[in-house]
């Protein structure tokens, strides 16, 4: 078969260039303060050369004037680089060890120390299923009259948009069990939509957490399958900061595939394991 010329070759991530690469990443950092120095290269490369493709170039140099000139495709280019899968329920065990251990442990704990409510940050949220099963959770739970405040963030403004109208096509919702689907969701055509009375407990806030904003002290942090995109350097900043969020003996809690990094070990107790649940530890004060 003929080989086309390079200019017509489409453009793929392993051979981006590595200047058009820095040339994009300066741009992301001066009009969206994204750092991509902080997430791993190979994985960025990859969509921004299917963003390029998508856009109907063959090379990066006419993208990137696009760029410049167009605030909406910078906007489009955040979210093609962010991966916004997500599920209710995702990982059922977790979901089943929190419910039968973790949460009465912290709400008795919690009821304990006189305070009147527990709050729980959800870290990279994407479209709210995270934030919304603990809710669904929290709602089935003996709270000791705790009332429920859960924040979600994500770095995308669109996604955390969505998320707020709590509406969701049949494949998000594979993992919710039928006796809570039919209690908490309507069916409307094709989207199931949640009660309002669950949408309630939840406050969505576009937040970066590799920017300079603040992290909010919490009793609970849930931030699963965010941390596999950044450095190892990175995460492990990351991490001292979840520690100095929350409080005393709060919860973290991370997705399959991720793990503590570096001297961030000795800052928790292993709670359990296999589901990456984490207890932050009285002794290391900061
Ligand atoms: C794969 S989703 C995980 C969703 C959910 N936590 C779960 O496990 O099902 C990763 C999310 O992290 C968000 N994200 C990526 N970088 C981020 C950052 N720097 N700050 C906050 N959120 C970020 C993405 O926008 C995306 O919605």
């Known amino acids: 078969m003929k080989k086309q010329s390079a200019d017509s070759e489409p453009l793929v991530g392993s051979e981006f260039p590595d200047d058009a690469f820095a040339e994009i990443r300066a741009l992301l950092l001066a009009r969206r303060d994204l750092d991509l120095d902080m997430y791993k290269d190979r994985c960025l490369k990859r969509r921004i050369a299917t963003r390029i493709r998508r856009c109907g170039f063959h090379e990066a140099t006419s993208y990137i004037a696009l760029l410049h000139r167009s605030e909406q495709e910078v906007d489009s280019l955040v979210e093609a680089l962010m991966i916004h899968v997500s599920q209710f329920f995702r990982n059922p065990s977790t979901f089943i060890l929190l419910e039968e251990k973790i949460l009465p442990l912290l709400i008795n704990k919690l009821h304990a120390f006189g305070r009147s409510e527990i709050n729980i940050w959800s870290v990279g949220c994407a479209g709210g299923e995270e934030p919304y099963s ?32 709590g509406c969701y096509e049949e494949q998000r919702l594979v993992e919710v069990p039928p006796e809570i689907l039919a209690r908490y969701f309507v069916k409307e055509d094709r989207h199931y939509h949640l009660a309002k009375r669950i949408r309630k407990m939840v406050t969505f806030r576009q937040h970066n957490i590799l920017g300079k904003d603040l992290f909010p002290a919490c009793d609970m942090i849930m931030c699963r399958n965010v941390m596999i995109y950044f450095s190892r350097e ?34 928790f107790t292993v709670e359990s394991p296999a589901e990456r649940i984490y207890r932050r530890t009285l002794a290391e004060a900061y």
Do not use: C, M, P
């Open 134 to 165: 603990l809710a669904l959770l929290l709602d089935n739970l003996d709270r000791k009259g705790l009332g429920v405040k859960i924040l979600a963030t994500d770095l995308s403004d669109d996604i955390i948009h969505q998320a707020s109208q």
């Open 234 to 267: 990175e995460q492990e900043n990351v991490f001292h900061r979840f520690a100095k969020a929350l409080n005393s003996e709060g919860y973290l809690i991370l997705g399959r595939a991720e793990t503590l990094q570096g001297n961030t070990r000795r800052l």
